[in-house]
Nanobody, 115 residues
């Protein structure tokens, strides 16, 4: 059973940057496409970004395109999300999972962007 652990969140001013990490234990995720999702207070969880198994292909939600970059290190069974030019609307708990969200959710990491 894969366990996902997200980290790297925090409080940042608008325009700032953060790098989130997702570590998988129990079973490697290097064989899967992976993604990032987020859930803001009072809203449903939404897709943010995805990366193919090889790391060659990426996709992004329109709201983060050009500001966020997803990457991965298959040797470490890890996935990353570099977030730049953060906006208050990016405030949410961020989670990693497969794009079809079939793995058990981790606890997420809180990102708070102040204006």
């Amino acid at each position: 059973q894969v366990q996902l652990v997200e980290s790297g969140g925090g409080l940042v001013q608008a325009g700032g940057s953060l790098r989130l990490s997702c570590a998988a234990s129990g079973r490697t995720v290097s064989s899967y496409a992976m993604g990032w999702f987020r859930q803001a207070p009072g809203k449903e969880r939404e897709f943010v970004a995805a990366i193919s198994r090889s790391g060659v292909t990426t996709s992004y939600a329109d709201s983060v395109k050009g500001r966020f970059t997803i990457s991965r290190d298959n040797a470490k069974s890890a996935v990353y999300l570099q977030m730049s030019n953060l906006k208050p609307d990016d405030t949410a708990v961020y989670y990693c999972n497969r794009p079809n969200a079939v793995l058990p959710w981790g606890q997420g990491t809180q990102v708070t962007v102040s204006s």
